[in-house]
């Protein structure tokens, strides 16, 4: 839109093609770990393009960020207290989060998302200690 009308371009574009090239690097996930009888609950798709953003994130301004991200997803992979379509969905969210950090940027979108992860997590502790985790790196970093 702002070529149509000739202004400069206001915000950092998605970097589609770096995410597709490090999902197709390797099936092999660089950042997570996820067992068999884990395969078939988990969108193990999500998990690949949020593993795909981690990677991209490294060494630039965003890594501590992601790392938290990171933390979260391996705390809902292992959590006991939710249960499978609630991980899903908070796996989802987190994707759509991870690709906004490393992508457009915009606060409102993720802002957003990280609230809705919040209300999704509800009561299990462990998920909520790495969600304020996120909230804390996202202070430090766009807040």
């Not at 992979?77 to 379509?85: C, N, T």
């Amino acid at each position: 839109m702002d070529a149509i009308l000739g202004m400069p371009r206001t915000k950092p574009r998605i970097p589609v093609e770096q995410i597709a090239h490090a999902i197709a690097r390797s099936p092999t996930l660089n950042n997570f770990v996820i067992n068999n009888s884990q395969v078939g609950v988990l969108n193990t798709g999500s998990i690949n393009r949020i593993d795909a953003a981690i990677t991209l994130s490294k060494g630039s301004d965003v890594e501590p960020i992601m790392e938290q991200i990171r933390s979260l997803v391996e705390a809902v992979i292992a959590s006991d207290e939710i249960d499978a379509s609630d991980k899903n969905e908070i796996i989802d969210l987190t994707d759509a989060t991870a690709e906004e950090i490393v992508g457009r940027r915009r606060l409102p979108s993720i802002i957003a998302q990280v609230k809705a992860i919040r209300e999704k997590v509800g009561g299990a502790l462990a998920l909520s200690d790495a969600v304020d985790k996120l909230l804390d790196a996202l202070r430090g970093g766009f807040l």
